[in-house]
């Protein structure tokens, strides 16, 4: 008889079925110690239709064994091991949240085609520090146990609704502590999308083989896809020659430093990857808190709890998520601002010389920065580099000391005594005004609005290095007030920072056309604008 929610199985009460796979079939139990002590575990059991196959018992134990040695905050650990009428199981730790895979799809379905780059470069981060744990594991003598997963998928990646990373199912895993261990070389196991070309070839695999699987689902996390489809003989054979598109020419706005790092995790070569599962997630932690230095384990969290509350409602829970978040997710969905396809005539600005030139470039003050992503139009290979470059330069340089006085009033005044007489200028103004603003002199002082203050705290965030928050802000404000030029600009120079030029340049153009002239930023975006655009005429000749 089948087994029902309520029922005993052995030791354990079960709660709730979770779903079957191809030979077993995972519950949600309970365990109940003495005084009343309870904790919640999965348990995966083999199918009473397959207790026979010694061949997928063997793997079972197989698991339970390699599992039981593993203690580690990124692998799903194996608490108890048994039989009950003649059922092998396998009682786990219960992940609270959903698997990898699961979450990439419930993204796409919602309009998030691509997980976002510092969430996916974390999930990534945390599996190579579960998987180098397994890889480095020794016996009680001190001898190398030779662990290799073997069959990382986005299937066998778990994430917490709390952030967590899990790796699951060591069932084909290679290790010496295995009895009978005999599938090396020759004999293929795994999810052939994910097989690296040692192991596709049925040769010798080490820990190397699982750095090249977490740089393939770290590929499919950034770029919403794998880097090749089709029949498994076309996969293997397109994967093992390294007949694949690198992530940038798939997501152009890809920064270069992740895009090297994907590459060789996904060198052919077994010598050209990273030496250790460890190299990868230290490579990936540079580039991650260089790339947004304050991430936070919990916005990957909160990625899974707006992807799933419905789903955890229907079981009557509540899991928060801020609404400063929602904000950013969604940021994330919406793609950069498009440029327009002609750009706004412009009168003769201050700042240009007779010839067009501008009369001086400030300095810009130093920061980290990541290489800019320019997505220009085809040419040659040689006008493309030095296009890209021209571009990164002046942006760079042309942006430093205009937005940084523009951010930070060295005067000391209030941000809303400058904004008054760059919004209420008769003759000048194009800003349509917010429902309550009324005009005053430039010299009379106001009391704040919401756009206005929404201003202030984007100038605020950005003051502090936080653009993407500045970016949540801004696009509030332009929902309330779709012209205003203050929240235009305030979006270009965070788009610039993050490394988006053509969505930088989209919201420059935008607040040109809405900035009266004697706007702080008039001279110096107008002057970039000039320059991005003659540099992009000289890239098409």
């Known amino acids: 008889m089948a087994l029902q929610p309520g029922d005993r199985f052995g030791r354990y009460e079960l709660v709730s079925w979770l779903g079957r796979g191809g030979m077993a079939e ?94 996916a470069t974390y999930v990534a981060l945390e599996m190579c520090r579960g998987l180098h744990y397994a890889h480095a594991r020794t016996d009680d003598k001190g001898n190398p146990l030779g662990i290799v997963h073997r069959d990382i998928s986005p299937d066998n990646v778990l994430i917490s609704y709390e952030g967590q990373v899990k790796i699951v199912d060591f069932g084909i895993a290679k290790a010496r502590l295995v009895r009978n261990f005999q599938t090396e070389p020759g004999v293929v ?49 397109r994967m093992a020659h390294g007949e694949f598109p690198s992530p940038r020419a798939v997501f152009p706005e890809l920064p270069e430093e992740l895009d090297a790092l994907v590459m060789k995790a996904l060198s052919v070569d077994v010598s050209g990857r990273f030496d250790s599962a460890n190299a990868f997630g230290d490579a990936l932690a540079g580039f991650l808190y260089s790339y947004a230095p304050r991430f936070s384990a919990m916005n990957l969290a909160y990625l899974t709890r707006s992807l799933f509350r419905e789903d955890v409602a229907q079981e009557g829970r509540e899991l928060s998520v801020p ?102 200028t008769k003759a000048d103004s194009k800003t349509e005004r917010a429902p309550g603003d009324s005009p005053v002199a430039s010299d009379a002082a106001v009391s704040p609005t919401p756009v206005s203050e929404m201003v202030r705290q984007a100038r605020a965030l950005l003051n502090h290095n936080e653009n993407r928050g ?14 205003d030029a203050d929240c235009h600009v305030l979006s270009g120079i965070a788009y610039d920072r993050l490394h988006m030029r053509q969505a930088a340049i989209g919201h420059f153009r935008q607040f040109l056309a809405a900035a009266p002239m004697n706007h702080p930023m008039h001279a110096t975006v107008a002057t970039l604008v000039k320059r991005y655009d003659e540099l992009r005429a000289l890239g098409e000749q």
């Not at 309870?38 to 599992?67: G, H, Q, W, Y």
């Open 470 to 483: 500045a970016l949540v802000v801004t696009a509030q404000c332009l929902r309330t007030a779709p012209d």
């Open 189 to 237: 196991k795994g999810k052939y999308m994910f097989f690296s070309p040692e192991q596709a070839r049925g040769l010798e695999v080490d820990a190397r083989t699982d750095v090249w699987a977490t740089g393939l689902v770290l590929y499919e996390m950034l770029c919403g896809q794998l880097p090749v489809t089709g029949t498994q003989a076309a996969v293997l054979m």
């Open 26 to 119: 995972t519950w949600r139990a309970r365990w109940t110690g003495d005084a009343g002590v309870t904790k919640a575990v999965l348990i995966k059991k083999v199918l009473p239709e397959f207790v026979a196959d010694e061949a997928f018992v063997s793997m079972f134990i197989n698991e339970a064994r390699i599992s039981a040695t593993l203690s580690h905050g990124n692998i799903a650990q194996v608490l108890d091991f048994g039989r009950v009428e003649g059922q092998y199981y396998l009682a786990m730790e219960l992940v609270d949240g959903q698997p990898l895979h699961h979450i990439m799809k419930r993204a796409v379905r919602t309009g998030l085609p691509r997980l976002p780059i510092p969430l």
């Open 323 to 424: 609404a400063s978040f929602l904000d950013e997710l969604t940021l994330w969905r919406q793609p950069p601002p498009a440029p327009p396809s002609t750009p706004p005539r412009l009168a003769k600005e201050e700042g240009l010389s007779e010839d067009g030139a501008p009369k001086s470039l400030p300095q810009r003050t130093k920061r980290k920065v990541l290489p800019a992503v320019v997505v220009p139009e085809p040419r040659s290979k040689s006008s493309s580099s030095f296009l890209g470059f021209a571009l990164v330069v002046m942006l760079a340089v042309g942006l430093g000391l205009g937005a940084y006085a523009f951010l930070r009033d060295e005067n000391g005044k209030n941000v809303q005594d400058t904004l008054v007489v760059t919004r209420d």
